[in-house]
């Protein structure tokens, strides 16, 4: 029982800090409010206003008595309530209104026709209270004439109804207008930190976090610098060590290179210089996926003219790249780049065509590589983004690298909010998709 109403309430609260605490701020006035107006309106309104209107329509009788019982005084009739009570009395011989000129939901209107209808009877009296501004019209039949009655507002409903409201209900307004604007200064630190969080677990360095708000949130964003800044250093030092081991080597690598140069024997010289190429190649692959976690800014890209300079950069009649939107997303320029370069260099290493389409939802990008080659086996496709995983461990190591590409493309995709995911494609072949929030 109580799981189905936490339930019900999950989905019916809002979602977000702040207008949650605005409910806890807001509801209580507001049921303050709606308490002391409902007694109010019951307990003195309702019955101030009963009793004003029933003096008023047993006025309304005893004129209608009186003048029955003596109709020649009818001018010091008229002219005394006119003068003492401010009534306007009017009498005469025409056709009773047969269409009725009440509100349904008027309160005034209510208690006056149910006060009508107890001393008058059905079908004897016609009213109507908007007609005028500060006067309500009464006609009552009475025999074979009309007794018509324009009487003060007042004397059928209190005035002092609209003045209880506004006093009630303005302080409440300016209440509730406070608490958002504290409510807004408390919840700003929030969203600045939660900002910060999904820019840094983008691959932004987040250099202009600054704690501000109450004290246990200045602890949180404190901490959560202290953490990106550990963070930081570590994957700096780590690509800044496998740079550096990559860089050391290709000292010795050259050495060898110019001593096998100077050999006699060729054929043992080629063999070497093969695999000297190779293990440079690897250095190579090493050196790019330490890039990965190098410090690059993140700024506005469009895609298509991204995609242009690729398509510029390979010169290749096998690559074909459809776009009809622009789009603009942000992130980090050179590392999108190279991943979208490595896939493609990928499909034309072991396919003959390469098709890319670009695709613009309401709230992401989808980027579709395909080719005709060999393809990725089901099973396999969780693996190849693990650095140094080989899918043929007995193809050319010229062809399959070390193992690092879709690797790199994975953390820089996941790293922009994105995700990639590996299917077959139209042609038989490898099919990547990826996803790229704006």
């Known amino acids: 029982m109580f799981s189905g109403f936490n339930r019900i309430l999950k989905i019916i609260l809002p979602k ?30 309702i019955k101030a206003n009963k009793n004003t209107t029933r003096s008023l329509v047993a006025q309304l009788k005893t004129i209608e008595e009186v003048y029955q019982n003596d109709k ?29 000129g009440e509100r349904k939901f008027s309160p005034m209107d209510r208690s006056l026709r149910r006060e009508l209808k107890s001393t008058f009877g059905n079908n004897n009296y016609w009213f109507n209270t908007s007609k005028f501004k500060n006067a309500v019209e009464i006609k009552i039949k009475s025999e074979n004439e009309v007794i018509e009655f324009l009487v003060p507002k007042e004397m059928v409903s209190a005035s002092s109804i609209r003045l ?18 504290f409510l807004k200064n408390q ?3 929030l969203v600045k930190l939660a900002k910060a969080a999904e820019r840094f677990g983008k691959g932004d360095y987040v250099n202009d976090f600054r704690p501000s708000g109450a004290q246990e949130i200045r602890k949180a964003a404190y901490e959560f610098d202290r953490m990106a ?30 001593q096998l140069a100077m050999l006699t024997q060729k054929d043992l010289s080629k063999k070497m210089s093969s695999d000297i190429d190779e293990m ?48 603009i997303l942000k992130g980090r320029p050179a590392a999108l780049k190279r991943s979208f370069e490595n896939i493609i260099q990928n ?31 089901e099973d396999q496709r969780k693996n190849v983004f693990k650095p140094f995983f080989r899918l043929d461990k007995s193809r050319s190591l010229n062809k399959s690298g070390v193992g690092l590409g879709l690797a790199i493309v994975e953390d820089i995709i996941n790293s922009h909010g994105g995700s990639i995911q590996l299917g077959k494609s139209k042609f038989d072949g490898l099919q990547v998709k990826i996803f790229l929030p704006f």
């Open 16 to 45: 977000r800090l702040f207008y949650r605490a605005l409910i806890i701020v807001a509801a209580p006035t507001i049921l303050l409010q709606l308490i002391v107006t409902i007694v109010f309106y019951d307990s003195i309104w």
């Open 72 to 100: 020649k005084n009818l001018d010091f009739f008229t002219d005394s309530y006119k003068n003492n009570f401010n009534f306007e009395i009017g009498i005469n011989q025409n056709e009773f209104p047969k269409i009725s």
């Open 347 to 377: 499909g034309l290493t072991y396919g003959k065509k390469v098709l890319v389409s670009l695709q613009k939802s309401s709230n992401r990008t989808l980027i579709t590589f395909e080719d005709n080659g060999p393809g990725i086996p």
């Open 187 to 189: 919840t700003r630190p």
């Open 280 to 327: 440079e190649k690897m250095l190579n692959d090493y050196l790019q996926f330490s890039k990965t976690q190098s410090q690059e800014s993140t700024s506005e890209i469009n895609l298509s003219d991204l995609f242009n300079q690729i398509e510029d950069g390979f010169d290749n009649k096998n690559l074909e790249i459809f776009h009809n939107d622009k789009i």
């Open 164 to 181: 209880f409201v506004l006093w009630t209900t303005l302080p409440s307004i300016v209440l509730i207008v406070i608490a958002l604007i």
């Open 229 to 258: 800044k550990r963070i930081n250093r570590h994957l700096n030092q780590r690509s800044e060590m496998l740079s550096g081991i990559s860089h050391d080597l290709r000292t010795p690598l050259t050495r060898l290179k110019l």
